[in-house]
C-alpha cells in the first residue's frame, strides 16, 4: 500500500477490510463494474450487489466469473427498491459509490433524490453496529448538488444514533471525491 490512501475509494476499503467478517451480509447498491462488489465477497458471507444498467450488471458479472466469485447475486433494479430483495434490518455494511459508471454513460449517474430516500430507508431500519459506506463525487453537476444533500443530511443525524465520519482531501484540486461511513450505534 501507498504512505497512506488519497482517494475516497481507497479508504472506503480500508475501512470496510477492518469492519467485515466472514459470516457478514453486505450490500453494494450501486454495483458499476464490480470492484466494491468484488472486494465485498472476498470478505462477508453473502453480497447483493445492485445497479440500474445492464451494461454494469454484466461487468459485475464478468469480473466474478474471472475471480471465480460464488457468493454474490446481482439486482438490475434502482437501490431505492433495496427492501424488496433484502431485510434492511439483517445487514451488516451498505456500499454506496456515487455517480457514474467509470468508462460508460456518463449521463446515467446517482442522484439525491433517489440516493436520499434510499438512505433513509436504511437508515430507519439499519441495525446496531452496521455500517454504511459511501464515496461522494461532488466534481460533477449532479454530485455537486447529491454532495450538498448529503452534508445536510449527515449533519442533521442524531448523535446518539449514529456515528459519522468524513474523510476529505483538502489540497487536492477539482472538488475531490469523500469518503463518509454511518455507523450505527
Ligand atoms: C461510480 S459507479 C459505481 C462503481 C462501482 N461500485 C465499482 O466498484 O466499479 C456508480 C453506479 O451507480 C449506478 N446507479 C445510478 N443510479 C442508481 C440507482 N438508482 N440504483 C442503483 N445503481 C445506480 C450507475 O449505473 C453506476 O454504475
Given amino acids: 500500500m501507498e504512505v497512506m490512501p488519497t482517494s475516497a475509494v481507497a479508504w472506503s476499503h480500508v475501512v470496510l ?14 454495483a458499476g463494474n464490480g470492484k466494491d462488489t468484488l472486494f465485498l465477497a472476498r470478505r462477508a458471507s453473502r453480497v447483493l450487489a445492485m445497479d440500474i444498467q445492464q451494461a454494469a450488471m454484466d461487468k459485475t458479472e464478468a469480473l466474478l466469473k474471472k475471480e471465480a466469485i460464488k457468493n454474490a447475486e446481482l439486482i438490475l433494479d434502482s437501490h431505492e427498491n433495496v427492501s424488496r430483495y433484502v431485510e434492511l434490518s439483517e445487514v451488516d455494511a451498505f456500499v454506496m459509490n456515487l455517480g457514474y459508471l467509470p468508462g460508460g454513460d456518463k449521463e446515467i449517474t446517482t442522484t439525491w433524490p433517489a440516493t436520499k430516500r ?18 461522494i463525487y461532488p466534481g460533477h453537476d449532479a454530485g455537486k448538488v447529491e454532495s450538498e444533500g448529503m452534508e445536510a443530511l449527515i449533519g442533521a443525524l442524531d448523535q446518539k444514533a449514529y456515528k459519522v ?14 469518503w463518509v461511513g454511518i455507523a450505527r450505534c
Fill in 165 to 178: 465520519v468524513k474523510i476529505t482531501f483538502p489540497n487536492q484540486n477539482h472538488c475531490p471525491p469523500y
Fill in 118 to 135: 434510499t438512505l433513509n430507508a436504511i437508515l430507519a431500519n439499519m441495525k446496531f453496529g452496521a455500517l454504511i459506506s459511501l464515496a
Fill in 17 to 30: 477490510e477492518n469492519f467485515l467478517k466472514k459470516d457478514h451480509l453486505a450490500v453494494d447498491l450501486t
